[in-house]
């Protein structure tokens, strides 16, 4: 282990900078710290916790150009998308800013009358929160807002391949005043032998995990030793359903954006196209002219709509699952092929002619890739829709509102998107059944996750 991480830019495959390498006894430092500092912080008032959120919000807001350069050179996703996540991750601040006052417990009377039955929320104490390269930003406000909220201690452990973003936002929350200890960062590679360290320090009470379901089980299975509380935001496979009805520039718009938000390595991404044959060669066509349309090249450069990918592994990923498709039958609609400007590129692509059951439909692309099947029977689509292991997101477009209502009241996922190719908001409760994880994020439900509910039985 080098006591230095070396920080590529995607766009260029060469370095923009390195950082401290945390070794296992650090880790385990900022474990104490954060231990340190709950009491006190567990006991600052509420509206102070607040007002520190709030402050946080508006620095991240004033600073959202510089941000967002820091996600495209550490990242490769376009400046748009960039500034679109530092205002998404901001909103977290501000969301748990409001939340932070309204921590709420009830008083009841037990059924026998004898007595009453007071129920509060406590903070659950220090929260490891290990957090993915795709939205480095947001996913660790969407953790530190209600973790602060709430009361807790954290200790951050991003993804090393985009630590810059984790660190200024560190930076930003000490200038909104959040006080020493509280806040803790450590960028660790390996990341395995440090994190399962802080997980058996005996001083860790919440894991809050977001990353691929192999990384979640693998915690999960360690966090279980100590029955440590989990939240896990996981893998995703996300069908988009365009039924006959469907108003087709509608469904393009919403594909688009399900699927090329973030160059599509978003958990949310649409993976799985399941397009009504009355409609398919309107949307095939419509679809594959805006896929076809787009600018790859260096995200920092305002005429590129389709930046690189975080690594020569995951070019190489999206290169193989591609390749595999269509050695089995697929069609390359545009596309298909890697790209070595920007260094880890792949061309945006549409795949025609998938197989319902082929491979390429099983697990997430995490890339630029569309896989198109065709449907006509309702019941059948939905079966080939339910039929994964994740289960996050799904996206049906149609006119008919009834429709749409029952296919996502059957989809087996956390989150519908109905005409809509965008469900992430800071208010919602986002989250995912099956494979896709445990618990949620954002919304007030987002708070709960990191408060424990004491209940007191009294006489009086
Ligand atoms: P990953 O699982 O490889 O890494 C996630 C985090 O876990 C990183 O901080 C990483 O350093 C750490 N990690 C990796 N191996 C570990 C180990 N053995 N022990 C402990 N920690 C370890 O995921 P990734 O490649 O960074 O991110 C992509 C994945 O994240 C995709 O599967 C995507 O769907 C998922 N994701 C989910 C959501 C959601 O909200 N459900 C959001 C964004 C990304």
Redo the contacts with the bound molecule.
Sequence with gaps: MTNQIEVLNPATGLSIGSVHNSSIAECLQAVDAAHDAFESWKNTAPRVRAEILRKAFEIMIAEQEDLARTITREMGKVLSDARAEVAYAAEFFRWFSEEAVRIEGDYRRAPSGANWLLVSRQPVGVALL??????PAA?ATRKIGPALAAGCTVVL????DTPLTALAIANILQRAGVPSGVVNVVVADP??PA??AMLNSGKVRKLS????????S??LAQAAERVINCSM????NAPLIVCADADIDVAVEGAMLAKMRNGGA??TAANRFYIHDNVLSEFTEKFTARMAALKLGDGLDPSTTLGPLVSRAQQQRVSDAVAGAVSRGAKVLTGGAVSTEPAFGYQATVLSNVSPHDEILQD?I?GPVAALVSYSDEQEMLSLANNVDHG?VGYVFTKDAARGMRIAEKLETGMVGFNRGLVSDPAAP???VKA??IGR?GGHEGLLAFLETKYVAGNW
Excluded at 233 to 236: I, W
């Design positions: 290990a957090t993915p390269w795709n939205f996913m452990k991003p993804a090393h990341p395995g994190v399962e995990f977001t990353g691929s379901t192999r990384v979640g693998l915690l935001e996981l893998g995703g978003a958990c997430e995490f996050l986002f989250g995912g896709s994880g994020e």
